[in-house]
């Protein structure tokens, strides 16, 4: 049990009280002469054993009476998170709250689980009074003073975002703050459901995080609040792809605009959504996927389809898609287009369900973009290389029919002067770049180019992104990869689940990497295979090791080279071209400028980037949405929690399925009844027993009647 | 009567005028030294007719009834009642018990006021007392006389007597039994805390000696009702015993035992025919004595037996 006045259970001792009163009552007898002695002997020679435990009882009932009172007194809570406070008011609050998407799925009171949880905070927070509270705004990731905790209400901490949360870095920020400001005491309450992608328990941030706090000299106290287990049915439909195409033959187009659907369990081809695609002319098509997730009422759709909306430049429509499965794809779906529109916008959406953040996607289409790689590489002649080729296979080998990609080779010195306007990603095969090259190189990468080193076969100081390569080694036998991030960047797992074959990479030689860089793939040694840099705020990756026969089997096995080049030159032709597809909070893209096309009214101009909605950046088109990780379900486990919260002062309160009631709820009336109950019982027990007065003059003989008993 | 230089705070004036009124009958016949006004076994020359007999030579011819003799032939004289004078013996209880008090009086303070006054009555109507006080032994003993003076010393001896020591009253009235042939009213005042059945012996054995016996039982009110509301140390009275005792645990089994008791001493004294008055120490003892002597009153006196010895020669005066 927790106690809003502990201070007060130092009165526990008084529970003595009564006994020690008896005690000093045994003390305190009188002495009187007395006549009748032999009654008394007889009183005592009878059986007191009730008397004793009457006695007994009575004592207790008092004893429970003081004890009741000091508890009551003490102010208990109803929760035991909140541990045994020293002190009767914390000095400083700390609020993080994950306004991501899957937070914005309905509790058991109607309200959405962010406004439901925030709610009860605050009037949880109310009770437990503190000198300052810091609200940590997830868009700016700054703390934020609040004037009370009711500041929260006017603030957007109940409204949800389209991005994914940053839980670990919302908790450096608190611990930033902390060390700052050197409160006394620190309550830190996090509002989350747990969701995987938001609290990125993997990383390694935790255990930084973890010590960091350790490290403070006050007292810090975490409170993680999630929302009770539910069961309900959740929706969610995502956009995979939204590509225009004109101009394609009628069976290019029919082949190409053949829907499959594809769900995680066997369909048939009677499940296809029929489409006529008509012979040429300018058509949208749209791959979707449908998750599901809950239990499914089968009286709602018994027919186990829903329909769609779709709006495409404010014109909509509807389509009923027949789901089987947890998930279902739909690729390709044609929708015809005004032979003139080279670009725009559309959206999708579900039927209300559980959760309203995912029911919808934003796309934007446009023309198609060549995606260009340019390939840095010392034998580069005429835009060609013998020594680089595989790379230049990946990169120009396209995924799909529709999508045009083109490679070519230079020289580190034609670098400087090769247009970088239209590239999606630079491949650099040679040393790092000088001064000049990074020179031409920064506004690619501010436009959001993508830039992959690979290790050169000279050694050089030079250094880039702060990170060096330092010296070769050469294996004794190939290696393979020890680790590596399956679950998002580059080397993350296909769609359908399946992770890249990164484990039957073997490795002969590679270069080490010196500096401060994110490991996304390590070898036995420790030494990274790729790993991610920051450099003017955007992703640079290095790859340690060579695509020659004698230094990798990446060009052999080709699947990993071709799934990572390709990904990379997804991201960096996402930034060329009159369209953009973001996802929520992923990108520190500044959008003062943007101008909200479609979408909800929230957030403000400069956190545009956070919240899904289309977006017009001068001539182009902006789509934001949420990210893969908020469809799933997948959380925390506890044992992850108390990993990543080991050695702290840490709880976790579940908001109680159907109930409103605050997190904390005051008991005291509770031992302020058992303290009633007590003294009644304890009166009950102190009354006298009823006994037939010794009358000397009742005499159940009559009247003296010349020999008997006379009255007196 | 009352002697002018006999006041004694046992005695108030006023009182024993007001039950002066009120004779003190006794309920069996007596046989007493003088001519009295109660009855005696045997025949005397009082004007109460008693019964016919045969006339015998020697027989006073004026006793002589000739209506008799007109309607049987023969000869009967008339045989009147004796009356004789009460011989009254006072035991006082004078054991440590009887020192008990929660008011202003003890129960011996009161006893003195019951027997003092029931001696003034006595004396006052010719009668003769005297006092035994009983504790451990007989203390006193002072023969029952008729004059005024004896009745001063007899209050003397009350107003000296001490109560103290253990109970031994039963012993002492077996004792006062054997002792005392000549029947009396014999009035005890005591607590009568004793065996019972010990108890019921020695009345047995003053009835046997055809005792008139009265027994005032005095009882403190505090006795009674055991109001104590602390844990107390109980010392006897009459010994060295010592109970500690809560009054919340033992009030209840207390009284049932007192109870019990008294209920067994009513039992007691309806079968053994004893003039019973319970008293309890805070009433009023003119009350009591008043409604004493009215219940003897009503009683009347005791039917003289049949085959009785001569007639005594009471002194009537």
């Not at chain 1, 609050?93 to 309200?111: F, L, Y």
């Not at chain 1, 810091?134 to 609040?146: F, G, M, T």
């Not at chain 2, 002589?64 to 000869?75: E, I, P, S, V």
């Not at chain 2, 002492?172 to 805390?193: C, G, I, K, N, W």
Request: hydrophobic content about 40%; some cysteine; charged content about 25%.
């Amino acid at each position: 049990m927790s106690f809003l006045q502990p201070w007060m259970l130092w009165g526990l001792p008084l529970i003595a009280l009564p006994v020690i009163i008896h005690l000093i009552n045994q003390r305190r007898y009188q002495t009187v002469p007395w006549a009748a002695m032999a009654f008394l002997l007889t009183a005592n020679k009878m059986s007191s054993g009730y008397a004793k435990i009457r006695r007994y009882l009575i004592l207790a009932a008092r004893t429970l009476a003081v004890a009741g009172l000091v508890f009551a007194v003490a102010r208990p809570l109803s929760s035991g998170w909140l541990g045994l406070a020293v002190g009767s008011r914390v000095d400083t609050t700390i609020i993080i709250v994950d306004r991501s998407p899957s937070m914005a799925a309905a509790a058991s009171d109607g309200q959405t689980n962010l406004a439901s949880l925030t709610r009860q905070l605050m009037e949880s927070l109310r009770v437990v009074e503190s000198n300052r509270y810091v609200w940590i705004d997830d868009d700016a990731n700054r703390p934020v003073l609040l004037e009370s905790v009711d500041q929260l209400a006017a603030l957007s901490v109940a409204q949800p975002s389209a991005a994914t949360a940053d839980i670990a870095s919302m908790v450096e920020t608190a611990v930033g703050y902390i060390r700052d400001n050197q409160p006394s005491s620190v309550e830190c309450w996090i509002v989350s459901d747990l969701q995987r992608g938001d609290w990125n328990v993997a990383s390694g941030r935790w255990s930084a995080i973890n010590q960091s706090i350790r490290r403070l000299p006050q007292s810090v106290r975490l409170h993680l609040v999630t929302p009770a287990e539910t069961s309900n049915l959740n929706r969610s439909i995502r956009v995979t792809q939204a590509k225009r195409v004109d101009g394609q033959t009628a069976a290019e187009a029919a082949r190409a605009a053949e829907p499959v659907f594809a769900s995680s369990e066997e369909v048939t081809a009677e499940d296809l959504q029929p489409s006529d695609p008509p012979a040429g002319g300018t058509r949208l098509l749209v791959s979707l996927v449908v998750r599901q997730i809950g239990e499914i009422d089968e009286t709602a759709d018994p027919d186990g389809e829903i329909p769609i909306e779709l709006d495409l430049d404010g014109a909509r429509s509807k389509f009923d898609v027949k789901l089987t499965g947890d998930v279902t794809e739909i690729a390709n779906l044609v929708i015809p287009l005004d032979g003139g529109s080279q670009s725009g916008w559309g959206r999708v959406s579900l039927p209300a369900d559980a959760n309203l953040q995912d029911n919808e996607f934003y796309f934007a289409y446009g023309a198609p973009t060549v995606r260009k790689t340019v390939v840095v590489c010392g034998d580069a002649v005429d835009g060609r290389t013998d020594e680089a080729r595989p790379l230049m296979l990946a990169a120009g080998i396209p995924p799909d029919a529709e999508t045009v990609c083109l490679a070519t080779a230079v020289t580190a010195e034609e670098f400087v002067s090769t247009e970088l306007n239209d590239v999606a990603m630079v491949l650099w095969t040679e040393r790092l770049p000088d001064e000049t090259e990074t020179a031409a190189l920064q506004p690619f990468l501010e436009r959001g180019g993508r830039l992959l080193f690979f290790a050169p076969e000279e050694t050089s100081s030079r250094s880039f992104a702060g990170l060096t390569w330092g010296d070769e080694v050469i294996a004794d036998q190939p290696v393979g990869v020890s680790t590596w991030i399956g679950d998002h960047d580059l080397l993350s797992g296909v769609r359908s689940g399946a992770a890249l074959p990164v484990g039957d990479l073997k490795v002969s030689r590679y270069r080490r990497l010196e500096g401060s860089k994110l490991s996304l793939a390590t070898l036995p040694d420790e030494s990274p295979l790729l790993a991610r840099s920051i450099q003017g705020g955007r992703s640079v990756y290095f790859l340690a090791t060579g695509v020659d026969a004698d230094a990798s089997s990446l060009a052999r096995s080709g699947i990993v080279l071709y799934a990572l080049i390709q990904r990379a030159l997804a991201d960096g032709v996402g930034t060329l071209g009159s369209t953009r597809q973001l996802t929520a909070g992923e990108t520190s893209v500044l959008s003062d400028d943007w101008v909200r096309k479609a979408g909800p009214d929230e957030g403000t101009s400069t956190h545009f980037a956070r919240y899904s909605g289309v977006y017009g950046e001068g001539e182009r088109l902006i789509a934001v949405n949420r990210g893969d990780a908020e469809d799933t379900i997948e959380t925390a486990t506890g044992d992850q929690l108390e990993g990543i919260f080991a050695g702290l002062n840490f709880d976790r309160v579940q908001q109680q399925a159907g109930s409103s009631a605050s997190l904390v709820q005051e008991i005291w009336r509770l031992f302020l009844g058992l303290m009633m109950i007590a003294l009644v019982a304890e009166a009950l027990l102190c009354l006298p027993r009823k006994r037939a007065p010794v009358d000397a003059s009742n005499s159940p003989f009559p009247a003296r009647s010349g020999g008997g008993v006379a009255d007196a | 009567m009352i002697p002018q230089n006999n006041q004694r705070d046992f005695l108030d004036m006023q009182t024993l005028v007001r039950l002066s009124a009120i004779p003190l009958f006794s309920r069996r016949a007596m046989l007493g030294s003088v001519s009295g006004m109660h009855a005696s076994p045997h025949r005397g020359s009082s004007v109460e007719f008693a019964e016919y007999r045969r006339y015998v030579p020697g027989d006073d011819l004026r006793r002589l009834d000739w209506r008799a003799y007109g309607r049987t032939d023969r000869f009967y004289v008339k045989e009147f009642e004796a009356d004789t004078n009460l011989r009254c013996h006072l035991v006082l209880d004078t054991s440590g018990s009887m020192n008990f008090a929660s008011g202003e009086l003890t129960k011996l303070d009161y006893a003195r006021r019951l027997l003092a006054a029931i001696a003034h009555l006595a004396v006052q109507q010719g009668d003769a007392v005297g006092l035994t006080s009983i504790a451990e032994e007989i203390t006193q003993t002072i023969p029952p006389r008729r004059t005024p003076s004896h009745l001063r010393g007899l209050y003397d001896v009350m107003e000296n007597t001490k109560a103290g020591g253990a109970t031994r009253l039963v012993d002492r009235l077996h004792e006062f039994a054997e002792t005392t042939r000549q029947r009396s009213l014999v009035v005890l005042a005591s607590d009568l805390f004793v065996d019972l059945e010990q108890l019921r012996s020695a009345i047995d054995h003053l009835r046997f000696a055809k005792h008139d016996v009265a027994i005032f039982h005095l009882l403190d009110r505090q006795e009674l009702d055991f109001a104590f509301n602390r844990p107390t140390r109980f010392l006897d009275m009459e010994g060295d015993t010592h109970v500690f005792a809560d009054p919340e645990d033992v009030s209840q089994r207390y009284h049932t035992a007192l109870g019990n008791y008294l209920r067994d001493v009513q039992d007691l004294m309806l079968v053994s025919a004893v003039d019973y008055v319970r008293v309890v120490t805070d009433e009023d003892y003119e009350g009591v004595l008043r409604r004493f002597l009215i219940g003897r009153a009503r009683g009347g006196k005791a039917p003289a037996s049949p085959g009785s010895g001569d007639s005594s020669k009471g002194v009537h005066g």
